[in-house]
């Protein structure tokens, strides 16, 4: 299926299902959260060997959508603990609290790793095993300096997703499951959030006429990309729909002033390269929280700040982006 599919109140439908409701809709399994009807997908058997792969998967994921610099090896633990608790330099510290937070990260998934192969050669495991305290102690050290982490675009830190591999390591992998179908529906509803706003700003624009369609089916095709994984069948045409869509959104030529100045002359204050950089920022946010599958709050409502300011000036603000605190 290539369509998002959301809930409609009609006069015959204006009750909303409970959160995690879940329903064949056109021969797929949903789950409803946020408004929307998630795509859901089998989930393997809750083993160690499962939460080792999960893990993985998430730590690699964490590390590609953080700052960069921050993929320490585990076996660095202790050389990137002394450097950053005798760190005395507030910037560098935070830097030096990742850093050690990615070597926390890689260390437990080094642990989970050897785990799995005693259990594969025999050995049972309990839950109370020495190595799975440690692990356990080491993703729940990274989650807590993931304060200091920021997402790669260096506007704001994800915590959600900074906190994903101690949630494997701790819940039965059916609540892991569960817990992203809420953060998708989470992310669904900023996408749609972002659209709305380049919709309800530059639509009063003259130079912007036209703009509404393609934002449109860039958010829709955002919204599809969040609710599919990698793995999917479907992905190859899913993701070649997010970009190409992206592409026309950031692409979009607002018409010359000289074409406005006869109907429209006080709205020849606005710049249309600040229109045009604010634009291609919601595509790159929509990107990043569609890759994530995480919202973004801070960023989204700044972004949705922004374009009502351009309207209401026609230039974009200047805002530095600060640091965690």
Same mark, same amino acid.
């Given at each position: 299926?290539?369509?998002?599919?959301?809930?409609?109140?009609?006069?015959?439908?204006?009750?909303?299902?409970?959160?995690?409701?879940?329903?064949?809709?056109?021969?797929?399994?949903?789950?409803?959260?946020?408004?929307?009807?998630?795509?859901?997908?089998?989930?393997?058997?809750? *083993?160690?060997?499962?939460? /080792?792969?999960?893990?993985?998967?998430?730590?690699?994921?964490?590390? &590609?959508?953080?700052?960069?610099?921050? &993929?320490?090896?585990?076996?660095?633990?202790?050389?990137?603990?002394?450097?950053?608790?005798?760190?005395?330099?507030?910037?560098?510290?935070?830097? /030096?609290?990742?850093?050690?937070?990615?070597?926390? @990260? &890689?260390?437990?998934?080094?642990? @989970? !790793?050897?785990? %799995?192969?005693?259990?594969?050669? +025999?050995?049972?495991?309990?839950?109370?095993?020495? #190595?799975?305290?440690?692990? +356990?102690?080491?993703?729940?050290?990274?989650?807590?300096?993931?304060? $200091?982490?920021?997402?790669?675009? +260096?506007?704001? +830190?994800?915590?959600?997703?900074?906190?994903?591999? @101690?949630?494997?390591? *701790?819940?039965?992998?059916?609540?892991?499951?569960?817990?992203?179908?809420? /953060?998708?529906?989470?992310?669904?509803?900023?996408?749609?959030?972002?659209?709305?706003?380049?919709?309800?700003?530059?639509?009063?624009?003259?130079? @912007? =006429?036209?703009?509404?369609?393609?934002?449109?089916? $860039?958010?829709?095709?955002?919204?599809?990309?969040?609710?599919? #994984?990698?793995?999917?069948?479907?992905?190859?045409?899913?993701? *070649?729909?997010?970009?190409?869509?992206? =592409?026309? #959104?950031? &692409?979009?030529?607002?018409?010359?002033?000289?074409?406005?100045?006869?109907?429209?002359?006080?709205?020849?204050?606005?710049?249309?390269?600040?229109? #045009?950089?604010?634009?291609? *920022?919601?595509?790159?946010? %929509?990107?990043?929280?569609?890759?994530? !599958?995480?919202?973004?709050? /801070?960023?989204?409502?700044?972004?949705?700040?922004?374009?009502?300011?351009?309207?209401?000036?026609?230039?974009?603000? $200047?805002?530095?982006?600060?640091?965690?605190?």
């Amino acid at each position: 299926m290539n369509t998002v599919i959301r809930l409609e109140p009609t006069p015959d439908n204006d009750a909303t299902p409970p959160e995690g409701t879940r329903r064949i809709i056109e021969q797929q399994e949903r789950v409803y959260y946020d408004g929307y009807w998630v795509k859901t997908y089998p989930v393997p058997a809750d *083993s160690l060997l499962a939460k /080792k792969q999960l893990i993985e998967a998430l730590t690699r994921r964490l590390f &590609n959508h953080t700052e960069h610099g921050l &993929n320490i090896p585990g076996t660095r633990l202790a050389e990137a603990r002394a450097t950053y608790e005798a760190e005395t330099d507030p910037g560098r510290r935070r830097v /030096k609290g990742a850093m050690l937070a990615g070597a926390m @990260f &890689n260390r437990a998934t080094d642990i @989970f !790793r050897k785990l %799995v192969d005693l259990q594969a050669d +025999g050995i049972e495991i309990q839950s109370d095993n020495a #190595l799975m305290r440690e692990c +356990g102690q080491c993703l729940l050290d990274a989650m807590e300096l993931g304060r $200091f982490v920021l997402h790669r675009s +260096g506007e704001e +830190g994800i915590d959600e997703l900074w906190g994903e591999p @101690f949630r494997a390591f *701790s819940i039965p992998v059916e609540d892991f499951y569960e817990s992203r179908y809420i /953060k998708i529906g989470q992310s669904m509803r900023d996408i749609d959030r972002i659209a709305g706003a380049m919709c309800a700003n530059f639509t009063q624009i003259p130079m @912007f =006429e036209g703009i509404e369609a393609p934002i449109a089916d $860039f958010a829709a095709a955002a919204k599809l990309k969040t609710e599919t #994984l990698r793995t999917d069948p479907s992905i190859f045409d899913v993701w *070649s729909q997010l970009v190409t869509a992206g =592409e026309r #959104l950031a &692409n979009f030529t607002p018409k010359a002033p000289l074409d406005l100045a006869k109907t429209s002359p006080e709205r020849i204050s606005h710049r249309a390269s600040d229109g #045009l950089l604010l634009l291609r *920022s919601g595509r790159d946010l %929509v990107f990043y929280i569609t890759r994530a !599958r995480t919202p973004m709050p /801070k960023s989204t409502r700044e972004y949705i700040e922004r374009c009502e300011a351009y309207l209401a000036t026609g230039k974009v603000p $200047f805002t530095p982006a600060p640091l965690p605190a």
